[in-house]
């Protein structure tokens, strides 16, 4: 089993920036597909971007996130992070972590992680 841990999550005005992390314990030595996603109220949890572990690795943003946000990782701190920026009022949500070992992140937007923190709110105001 893989343990997750979000951090840095915060209010901040319209335009500014915030990177998220998420530390990651527990048995990662196979690959594995790393993802945030994010849940706003009364709406359906969607996928926000993914990374591969794995030789090859790759990543993926869906399309409200690509130009804006950025996803990375420390693989000596365990660490994942997501950096955002240009962050408007619709980015309001609670932001989560997961892990799952797709190859690839074959189907990562779809959500079917076995692995999942707690989540950190992040409130986007005008």
């Known amino acids: 089993a893989v343990q997750l841990v979000e951090s840095g999550g915060d209010s901040v005005q319209v335009g500014g920036s915030l990177t998220l992390s998420c530390q990651i314990s527990g048995n990662t030595a196979n690959p594995y597909c790393l993802a945030w996603f994010r849940q706003a109220p009364e709406k359906k949890r969607e996928g926000v971007a993914a990374?591969?572990?794995?030789?090859?690795?790759?990543?993926y943003y869906s399309d409200s996130a690509k130009g804006r946000f950025t996803i990375s990782r420390d693989s000596a701190k365990n660490t994942m992070f997501l950096q955002m920026n240009t962050l408007e009022p619709d980015d309001t949500a609670m932001y989560y972590c997961?892990?799952?070992?797709?190859?690839?992140?074959?189907?990562?937007?779809?959500?079917?992680?076995?692995?999942w923190g707690q989540g950190t709110q992040v409130t986007v105001s005008a």
């Open positions: 990374i591969y572990t794995g030789r090859n690795s790759g990543t």
């Open positions: 997961a892990a799952d070992p797709k190859y690839m992140c074959f189907g990562w937007d779809r959500g079917d992680f076995g692995n």
